[in-house]
């Protein structure tokens, strides 16, 4: 079956360092690739998404590269900010028609001045 | 429309009681997901309804829990005698069902079986 596997955290960082946090995947035919974020006392939200190979998701400076070749969807910051702590997801929806999801075990992001 | 609100948000219950959880989704979305996530780990598909039309459901799903989602409104997630390895966050997730679609989470109902 499909499965996502993610970098374990937890990551930590000083303010202004790069990030990358690294996703990986298994899935037949052509997956959507998801990055979900959750900040302390909130729900999920949508960071990115990228429906097909080497699409380029893209969201409040964070990027990720959808790598047919490799199976990956790394995530990636320039310059991390002490308000992106939280905690990171990878997903995927794989070929069928409920578009349901199947998520990495999260990472861990801590970022302190 | 505030998003997808869960009812409640914590529930601490007593092993082999009954537990039904809520979850509202936003209003134009057809699509609904119940996951369950525990520590430490990612969220895990449990049931999808398109609808009123429970599509799938993952064999995740004993036969000791149930959803409904009459008239593709609301739904309910009922869990009959639980068990201390039912305690989860279980979050609710609703889109507009076209593939590749953005999916709304919820805050999630914690469950605690003691």
């Known amino acids: 079956g499909d499965s996502v596997t993610q970098m374990e955290g937890p990551v930590t960082l000083s303010e202004e360092a790069f990030l990358t946090i690294n996703c990986t995947y298994t899935?037949?035919?052509?997956?959507?690739l998801f990055w979900y974020v959750q900040y302390p006392g909130e729900g999920l939200q949508l960071l990115l998404k990228?429906?097909?190979?080497?699409d380029k998701g893209s969201n409040k400076g964070f990027e990720a590269t959808y790598r047919k070749e490799t199976t990956s969807f790394h995530l990636e910051k320039g310059s991390v900010q002490v308000s992106d702590s939280a905690v990171y997801f990878c997903?995927?929806?794989?070929?069928?028609?409920?578009?349901?999801?199947?998520f990495g075990t999260g990472t861990r992001l801590q970022v302190t001045l | 429309d505030t998003g997808v609100s869960q009812d409640p948000r914590h529930k601490i219950t007593k092993r082999g009681q009954n537990v039904t959880f809520r979850c509202d989704p936003i209003?134009?979305?057809?699509?609904l997901y119940w996951y369950r996530q525990t520590l430490g780990q990612g969220p895990e598909f449990l049931t999808y309804f398109q609808n009123e039309a429970q599509l799938e459901k993952s064999r995740l799903l004993s036969d000791r829990f149930s959803a409904e989602r009459p008239k593709g409104s609301f739904s309910t997630l009922e869990i009959q005698r639980t068990e201390q390895g039912d305690s989860a966050m279980y979050l609710c997730?609703?889109?507009?069902?076209?593939?590749?679609?953005?999916?709304?989470f919820g805050q999630g109902t914690r469950l605690t079986v003691v």
């Open positions: 899935a037949t035919g052509y997956p959507s």
């Open positions: 997903a995927l929806t794989g070929t069928g028609t409920a578009s349901k999801l199947t």
């Open positions: 990228a429906t097909k190979a080497d």
């Open positions: 997730a609703s889109s507009i069902g076209q593939r590749n679609t953005e999916a709304f």
């Open positions: 209003s134009e979305h057809n699509r």
